[in-house]
T-cell receptor, first 114, second 117 residues
């Protein structure tokens, strides 16, 4: 899987949009960008993933640059409960039964300030 | 949907004893389950991958005789830490891979905190 680079930590005011960047300059054509987050002492939670197009779900939006070398996860209205470590992972997706474990980097510790 | 449970959520055991951790996919069939370990202030590290009905595949540096994995059904995998030592104290997290709707994804359990005294 391609390597990702994320800032170590970020602050964001409650109620504002939190924009978390991720660089993945070595991503290959069939690799997806996945985002997970881990709230303290809990298991990771899947947020969103995408290949080329921007994606949106009830939790967040994912903006992928045209050259796919970087992406931004957007939490539109951050709350205190969004304080967590956010992991950007690039990996193959699969429609079959096989699967690989995830390689987690250090992620971004997002702190939402009241 | 996509709920994965782990039991127990925390356990304290004495050095030299064995501890079993269960991971269950509650609302889908998990063809593959993964076990991760996370030490304080570090990221998750994949320990092993198991497919239902077959032997687990361990990552380099993970002792298969110490961390016994059983994946006997599509909804249950167990990790047994044998002859536990204080350095095995960690946060153990499982994830279950399965097909929900049109895509195949991994969903994580809440984790089990093991403390070996």
């Amino acid at each position: 899987d391609a390597k990702t680079t994320q800032p170590t930590s970020m602050d964001c005011a409650e109620g504002r949009a939190a924009n978390l960047p991720c660089n993945h300059s070595t991503i290959s054509g069939n690799e997806y960008v996945y985002w997970y987050r881990q709230i303290h002492s809990q298991g990771p939670q899947y947020i969103i993933h995408g290949l080329k197009n921007n994606e949106t779900n009830e939790m967040a939006s994912l903006i992928i640059t045209e050259d796919r070398k970087s992406s931004t996860l957007i939490l539109p209205h951050a709350t205190l409960r969004d304080t967590a470590v956010y992991y950007c992972i690039v990996r193959l997706s699969y429609s079959g039964g096989g699967a690989d474990g995830l390689t987690f980097g250090k992620g971004t510790h997002l702190i939402i300030q009241p | 949907g996509a709920v994965v449970s782990q039991h127990p959520s925390w356990v304290i055991c004495k050095s030299g004893t064995s501890v079993k951790i269960e991971c269950r996919s509650l609302d889908f069939q998990a063809t593959t389950m993964f076990w991760y370990r996370q030490f304080p202030k570090q990221s998750l590290m994949l320990m092993a991958t198991s497919n239902e009905g077959s032997k687990a595949t361990y990552e380099q540096g993970v002792e298969k005789d110490k961390f016994l994995i059983n994946h006997a059904s599509l909804t249950l995998s167990t990790l047994t830490v044998t002859s536990a030592h204080p350095e095995d104290s960690s946060f153990y997290i499982c994830s279950a891979g399965g097909r929900l709707m049109s895509s195949y994804e991994q969903y994580f359990g809440p984790g089990t905190r093991l403390t070996v005294t």
